[in-house]
Every structure is written in C-alpha cells, then in structure tokens.
C-alpha cells in the first residue's frame, strides 16, 4: 500500500500549527517570548517532524515539540525552561486532543480546527491567569471600632478610585453583614454616618453609606499596612459572588503613604 505525502504542505500545516500551539503554551504557562524565537521554535518544529516523518522514526510529533521547546527557551535558565518545556508538552497533548475532537465531531477542515482549538486553549489560559490574578490580589483584613475587631478577607482593587466628598480621603468597601457584625446592630442610630457617591458600569450613579472606624490593619507579601481611621463605605450586600471575599479595598489602603 502506498500513500502520498505532500512535503510542502506537511511543513506549512505543522509550521502554522506549531506556532499557535506555542503561542497558546505561552497563554497557559504566562511566559513571554519575542515573536521571532515563536517563528524559530514552529519552524524548528515543522523541519523536524517532516525529517523524522521521512525517515519513518516513530515519536516524530513530540520530538518535533522538544525540539521547538530547546529553541524557545535556551538561555532562560533551568528553572524557566523546565516550565517551558512543561507547559509547551501540556499544551501540545491538550491541543492534539481538542482538534482530534473538533475535527471528528463537527467535520472542521485542519486549518479551521487548529484555529478554533488555538482560541479554546488560549481562552483557559487567560481564565487561569484571571484566577491567579485574584488570588494574588487576596489579603487579610482586620478591622477595628471601640472593643470589636472582625478578621475578614480582603481583595485589592486597583480600579477601586473611591473617595469620602468632602476631604478626599480613599475610602474602601465591606458587605452590610461584616459590618454589621464589627459595629453591631442599629449602628446607624447610635452613631450616625454619612453619604458617599458613586458610579459604576451597569449600576450608574447612586450612593453608599460611610462611616470611619478606629483603624484597618492589612497584611501585604510586603509586611503589614495599618490605617489610622480610614474611612469605609458599606454595600448593601455581598461585595463578591460566593462571598469570597469582604472588602475591596482602596489601592492607597493597601500601599498606604509613609
């Protein structure tokens, strides 16, 4: 039985395919890498795997991929290129699967499919890298009024331009339940509070009421923040879904100023 292999075409396939698929590793992996060594790395790639495929070698798909990770991430180190390798060898069985899968079950041409698997890979990656992002941005918040401290999760927003009208001071936002919880029940009538404006996309205009407790402690990766009376706006509700966190909180509350 003989077959015919178009030797062009194999290269230029693989050579397209091998860059999206690097470019979707470094999506997942969060590495940077210039535009040429992507372009040296898919060629690399497509060269070998059309040797190896002539010559009749097994293993030629992923011999093709470590020879491409050795050209992506020379000169970065052990510990970066063992990511590298990592992430490039991850994705290259995730993305083998998902176009086995695209072109089987809806019958795409190759080229549609490898685009449509390049898209799903690298959406999961920006999705992770959201989720890291939020991690990341989770702090420790201890808050404090006369003899009540409430030790709740924080996240740090770095949109968050929130400020109290009449002095400008940043203020930051906590669900009604945590402050219920740190200035008790009915707390309105007995100590009164103000009211800050604000807007937002989807929501508009309205406004939240304010109130400035004894002091705000916020432990960073840096060492730890403590706000002197900072001032705080309470959202009617939950300030994120699930309850994951309790406050957002202002950048300046964060990285306060010496």
């Known amino acids: 039985m003989y077959y015919e292999f178009y030797i062009d075409q194999f290269f230029l396939e693989h050579l397209l395919t091998g860059y999206l698929l690097i470019a979707a590793a470094t999506s997942l992996g969060r590495q940077k890498l210039s535009r040429k060594r992507m372009v040296a790395g898919s060629s690399v790639n497509a060269a070998a795997m059309t040797a190896l495929v002539c010559l009749g070698l097994p293993g030629w798909y992923f011999s093709g991929i470590l020879f491409a990770g050795v050209v992506l991430f020379a000169g970065k180190g052990k510990e970066e290129f063992l990511r590298g390798l990592f ?3 991850l994705t290259s ?6 176009l086995e899968a695209l072109l089987g079950l809806l019958g795409l041409p190759l080229m549609a499919g490898t685009t449509v698997a390049f898209f799903l890979l690298r959406g999961v990656g920006h999705l992770l890298a959201k989720q890291k992002s939020l991690r990341d941005s989770l702090v420790t918040v201890r808050l404090q009024w006369e003899e009540r401290t409430e030790t709740l999760c924080g996240m740090i927003d770095t949109g968050n331009r929130l400020e109290e009208p009449l002095t400008g001071r940043p203020v930051s ?3 009604m339940t945590s402050a219920t919880q740190l200035l008790g029940e009915m707390w309105e009538e007995r100590r009164g509070f103000y009211l800050i404006p604000f807007h937002s996309i989807g929501t508009g205009k309205g406004w939240m009421r304010g109130v400035t407790i004894d002091s ?3 432990e960073l990766s840096e060492g730890t923040a403590v706000i002197k009376r900072p001032v705080l706006a309470i959202y009617d509700g939950q300030v994120s879904t699930g309850g994951r966190f309790q406050v957002i909180l202002h950048p300046l509350h964060a990285w306060p100023e010496n």
Request: proline share 0%; with cysteine; net charge negative.
């Open 93 to 98: 069985v995730c993305f083998g699967g998902v």
């Open 216 to 218: 705000m402690t916020v």
């Open 87 to 89: 992430f490039l060898l």
């Open 173 to 175: 936002i906590v669900d």
